[in-house]
């Protein structure tokens, strides 16, 4: 399994992020990344360089908010959280991924045959 | 949906403050960087092996930048903007590059703009009357007679008074029709007297135009009743030279030709009309005598197309109405009728010389254009090491296009700014080929319209010359262009190919060009040799124009031209001094129908075999011109007033209509329209050609009158011209002879003082412009074409430096390595030339109307085009060749 790793689909890491800051309430980019791999049992192939760019742009659409924090071990971090409107949004997506996922698994599991 | 408007907003706003954005990024990618670091110690790693895998699960700080840059501002107008940043590097780093570039651009497109602003002005620009397109001239058209002797043959002239009378009065295709014929004019009174061209005309005239004074009023019908006062309307410009801008003028009178007038009105400066040199407008109030002449061709006849009716269906109604004419009058047989709208006849005999301009200045774009994709190719293959570098560190192919394309718009830029700056310097020049009766705003100058088209060259340029390095970039392969390890690498065959192409071309383009200033070079010397039949040397022509009211009679005109003769003779260093109403060149005019004695009337189908040119002379005119006498006498005391009446004619007219005889003794008159002759006037001697109308046209029959013997009394057949043959330079008599002529009349002016030289220079000046502009196009692209063949060998030689090292090695000698590089350089430019010459034996013939006694493929000129070329690109092989001669063996290999 650890072999070959997922690619993570256009646009899914935001949800990943938005889901994940629902979950932890506020992060920084580094705990972010940390914390979707161990989710994901390690089977997501993170660059780990792509969160900011995802959380950027995440930002500029006002689903989350940022602030500098201390971290732990007393390192100046930049902190996530989930805004009111990003709650909605997380939502909004939640329900649009499940629909995609039960249409691609119905629409796979027709042509099984087919296809071998 | 919210979310995405607020994040364009955010991605806009995010481009003023990169500068925070990118440090706390920085910030927390350190962070970011410094925790994983730690965790990985943690995990048991070494410092070094923890760093090395925190790098790569991140995926490199610089690359989680730029993808950060990506996702928070606008990708597409941050990286142009780098572009320009960057070609700006990248020019200023290639200084001379950047300079041949612009200089190059400048040049064309400076060119090319001046050219442009001269068509624009002239042929584009509308005429500044309401419904310009509206306004036509109305024409004898004497096709069908086989053309009328004007300057040359000409299809159409000038009404009668008697045609514009029945014009007016049977067609329908007008609102309203006017006619009016130039005069001159004396100013008295205030200040020195003055001569003033002016136009007599039918009081409508304002009206048709639709004018508006700027001061009073314009002339209005009631003018020309029988007992109106005499009015003027002045110009702008005299109201402000002559009489300081008085606002009281206006009601006032001033004395013109001797009578009062009373100023009606001022009209704007740039009311020019027909032509610049008109500054006044009387009445004309045509006498039933003038009304009633039916040969008289001098009448302009203007109008204005009623708004429904078609330039078409008003020429149709006018030929309808001149076959009436023909029917009724004998003399308008053979005559029809014509219709040409004012614009296209004030513009129409400058289309020619504009359309070959443009074509000239366009050929020098092309050749400019082949120079520049040249250099940039040459540049390009130089650069591909760099290109390839940026390539494998991850610039798209389509950015790197984007990066050349970029390059070359900056350049662009600054030479379009350059080469409207240039094309400003030349407008003054340009202006000289501006047609005389266009209004002041005709003359070249900077406008939208001329930004705009120095905007658009220069975009095809940029597409044209930059497209090219462009696409090679594009096909760039990428393990070549790294391996080869120099910039000098392997070429692409193919790119030599087009690299030669282009010169090829160049060549090619500049032979057609250097053709043609060639003929022109050749046509303007031939003028300028031509024997004028007259000495022009040394003259001086002043004017003195007699006004009617005080020099009415044929004697008092005598008494004044003896006694002004007799004090300019006086004067010392005068040879010789004369009186005629033109002296060549001044009139391209004054011809009359004649008719011998003896013979039939003239059959109008023939009557162009019986027009001469008239002038009116003193005695000593032949003499003091330096005209040679064939047969008889000159004009001496014998032809005074009263005395039997005579003629001289010259030679043409001799053996025109008295072929292998004597015609001194014979007589001729002439029709008047109204009489069929006047008083016979016998010849009493044969005098050389002269060419009096155009330096460039064979000599016409003339006919001369004594002046003081009138054969009809208009004012235009007086002498008014004062000749005077000098011993030194004529300009410096100029203040003696103005005060020998208000010795005798302090009321006359003197006008127009000036030398036969100068009024040569005035009559070649167009044909001196064109041949100027085409030698400066000439030049301008021989030079863009050694400058393009010396690149090419330059940059061959540089990419074969290593060859050469090897072969001189091996014991190839110097003389051979030369021979070879000058061998390709004349092969390239043999090519041009061929096919230059074939092109321009194709295209030369267009220059046909503008040659004079050259051949549009005169041999001598096509010989000496291709021998210039071969040793211009001789030359410009000849450094590339050394180049290589002097390659050292030993460090060429070395570098290898």
Known sequence: MTETKLDLLQGTLDLLVLQTLASMGSLHGYGLARRIEQVSGNEVLLNQGTIYASLVRLQQRGWISAAWGTSDNNRRAKYYSLTRAGRKQLAVETANWQRLSTVIGRVLSASDGVVK | MSGHIRELCERFLSLFRH?????????????????????NIR???????????????????????????????????????????????TLRHSFGFTMVTVVILALSIGANSAIFSLVSAVLLRPLPFPEPDRLVLLWDDFSARGGFVAPGVVERAEGTLADYVAWKERSRSFADMAAFTTNTYTLTGSGEPEKLEGIRTTANLFEVLGMQ?????????????????????????????????????????????????????????????????????????FTSEELAQRTNYIFDVLARLKPDITLGQARAEMVTIARQLQREYPSNQGISATVTQL?????????PAMSILLGAVGLVLLIASANLANLLLARCSSRRKELAVRQALGAGRGRLIRQLLTESAVLSIFGAIGGLALASVTFRYLGRLVPNGLPQGASPHLDVRVILFSITVTALMVLGFGAGPALAAARLDLDAALKAGTNRGTTASGGQRVRNGLVVAEVTLTVVLLVAAGLLLRSYAKVLAADPGFNPRQLLIAETVLPPSKYGTAESRSTFYRRVLDRVLALPGVSA?????????????????????????????????????DRVVSPGYFSALGVPLRRGRYFDERDGVGAPSAIIINEKMAAMHWPGEDPVGRRFGFPTGVSDSTPWFTIVGVVADMRQMDLDRPAEPEMYFSMDQVVLNFPFLWPQHLVVRTKGDPLALSASVRRAVWDVDPDEPVSSIRSMDQIFDAELLNRNTQMTLFGAFAALALVLASVGLYGVLSYTVAQRTSEIGVRMALGAQRVNVVGEVLRKGLLLAVLGVLLGL?????????????????????????????????????????VPALRAANVDPVSALRSE
Do not use: C
């Open chain 2, 577 to 613: 001094a004369a009186y005629v109403n033109y002296p060549p060149l001044m009139f391209k005019g004054g011809r009359m129908f004649f008719r011998i004695e003896g013979r039939p009337m003239p059959r109008p189908e023939d009557s162009n075999r019986y027009i001469a040119s």
């Open chain 2, 838 to 878: 074939g092109g321009a034996f194709a295209l030369t013939r267009l220059l046909t109307s503008f040659l004079f006694s050259v051949q549009p493929t005169d041999p001598e000129t096509f010989a000496a085009v291709s021998g210039l070329l071969l040793l211009v690109a001789t030359a410009a092989s000849f």
């Open chain 2, 43 to 89: 995990a048991g790693m070494n410092p070094e092996e923890a760093r090395r895998q925190a790098m790569i699960r991140l995926g490199g700080v610089e690359a989680s930048k730029e993808l950060h840059r990506d996702a928070r501002g606008l990708p597409l107008i941050e990286s142009f903007a780098q572009d320009i940043h960057y070609a700006f590097r």
């Open chain 2, 213 to 285: 004074p700027l001061l009073g009023r314009t002339l209005v019908p009631s003018d020309e009743g029988p007992d109106a006062i005499p009015v003027v309307v002045i110009n702008e410009r005299l109201w402000h030279t002559r009489f300081g801008g008085d606002p009281g003028l206006v009601g006032r009178t001033i004395r013109l030709n001797g009578l009062a007038h009373t100023v009606a009105g001022v009209v704007p400066a740039d009311f020019q009309f027909p032509n610049k040199n008109a500054v006044l407008w009387v009445p004309a109030r």
């Open chain 2, 343 to 351: 614009h296209e006849h004030l513009t129409h005999y400058v289309k």
């Open chain 2, 19 to 39: 500068h925070k954005l990118d440090s706390d990024l920085s910030e927390e990618l350190a962070t970011h960087v410094e925790m994983a670091v730690e965790d």
